[in-house]
């Protein structure tokens, strides 16, 4: 299929609960579980000392389980996401209303690894509180959350997001340039990305990827005035007919 007629994250229907049935389901043999950003984001707050006020995370789809961990070191997450139907599965979980995806085992993982097994509800209601908002944004936008004006936060989560919403390199740099817009001087950013993806399948339906490597995010990051302090690349495991990426990828930068 003609990459230029796959369909894009941001402009075409996106399905979220196939979405999140297809990656993020508690089912045996589940594609690309070893892929997934909560490994290095349960590492990552207190190995670098990233903690603050405010975490902003603009992420894929209606995730959340990577943010488990980062809310014992934020008081405050803001949620973007680009689909109204992913805030609509947001808003389902994060008010408890019937039909909410089960998250329960991606909790259990991350309250194990925290040595707060039997405290897994807790947990649960900690990140709840600590999301203050769910907002819609706009990648044709100068200010992605225009018409309001946020204040900057102390570390901005991209997890996936500008693999799908970007089509080539400088519409990557322009969406990169407008994220960072919302972090403060002496943040952190985290990015989590799939290097040389061009697909991803939700159900039958494929869905454009933009392909890059691990040298042009590294010199976008840069080149946006950022620091990077740690960058890690794992090679991909599974196989499996839903993506064809060949690599994750992970970086941690302190905007300068």
Request: with cysteine.
């Amino acid at each position: 299929m003609d990459p230029a007629k796959h369909k894009i994250y941001h402009e075409d229907r996106f399905h979220s609960r196939t979405f999140l049935d297809t990656y993020f389901a508690n089912k045996p043999e589940m594609a690309f579980e070893e892929e997934g950003p909560k490994k290095y984001i349960f590492c990552i707050f207190p190995s670098a000392n990233i903690k603050g006020g405010t975490l902003i995370d603009i992420s894929i789809g209606p995730i959340i389980y990577h943010l488990y961990s980062a809310c014992e070191y934020f008081k405050e997450i803001i949620l973007l996401r680009f689909n109204d139907h992913c805030i609509i599965e947001l808003k389902r979980w994060l008010h408890d209303r019937t039909g909410a995806f089960d998250w329960t085992h991606t909790l259990s993982y991350v309250s194990e690894k925290e040595g707060r097994s039997t405290q897994f509800e807790e947990k649960a209601l900690q990140l709840k509180s600590a999301v203050k908002q769910v907002l819609k944004c706009y990648a044709d936008r100068e200010n992605i959350t225009d018409p309001l004006e946020l204040p900057q936060a102390d570390c901005l989560l991209v997890t996936h997001v500008l693999d799908v919403i970007s089509r080539d390199e400088f519409e990557f740099i322009s969406n990169l340039k407008k994220f960072t817009k919302l972090l403060k001087s002496g943040g952190q950013l985290l990015i989590y990305g799939a290097l040389n993806a061009t697909f991803y399948l939700v159900g039958k339906e494929k869905f454009n990827a933009f392909k890059y490597d691990e040298n042009f995010i590294r010199k976008a990051v840069e080149g946006e005035g950022f620091v990077i302090n740690h960058c890690h690349v794992r090679l991909r495991k599974t196989k499996s007919d839903l993506s064809n990426f060949e690599a994750i990828i992970f970086i941690s930068a302190c905007k300068t």
